[in-house]
């Protein structure tokens, strides 16, 4: 292999890099704008209560929030919602979408 194809496969691979670092800029930068229109609808739909009671469980359980504020957009971009969502409704949908837990008594015999 001459120096002039190596230079070419290095030149190659540059491209190549620097095409998939600009691929991953763009899809970081569309994740962002969504992530900024989600928080846009929030705020136009839910009372400030209910939306730091939302940001508190993402912090401890982001995926869950994450679902949570679709619901709450989808809820909104259908227009079911009628009035801002309170910290009393938040409650009520957080409920219904958290499962049960199951208690369970030990009892030692003997």
Same mark, same amino acid.
């Given at each position: 292999? /001459?120096?002039?194809?190596?230079?070419?496969?290095?030149?190659?691979? &540059?491209m190549q890099?620097?095409?998939?670092?600009m691929a991953?800029?763009? =899809?970081?930068?569309?994740?962002?704008?969504?992530?900024?229109?989600?928080?846009s609808v929030? &705020?136009?739909? &839910?009372?400030?209560?209910?939306?730091?009671?939302?940001?508190? +469980?993402?912090?401890?359980?982001?995926?869950?929030?994450?679902?949570?504020? =679709?619901? +709450?957009?989808?809820?909104?971009?259908?227009?079911?919602?009628?009035?801002?969502?309170?910290?009393?409704?938040?409650?009520?949908?957080?409920? %219904? +979408?958290?499962? %049960?837990?199951?208690?369970?008594? +030990?009892?030692?015999? /003997?």
């Amino acid at each position: 292999m /001459g120096d002039d194809e190596l230079a070419e496969l290095r030149r190659q691979r &540059m491209m190549q890099l620097q095409q998939q670092q600009m691929a991953e800029q763009e =899809q970081a930068q569309r994740q962002q704008q969504m992530q900024a229109q989600i928080q846009s609808v929030l &705020m136009q739909v &839910m009372e400030p209560e209910a939306r730091e009671r939302l940001n508190t +469980i993402k912090l401890t359980k982001p995926e869950f929030a994450a679902a949570v504020e =679709q619901q +709450i957009v989808a809820l909104a971009q259908s227009g079911r919602l009628r009035q801002k969502i309170t910290d009393d409704q938040l409650k009520q949908l957080l409920s %219904q +979408i958290v499962p %049960q837990k199951k208690e369970f008594n +030990i009892r030692r015999v /003997g």
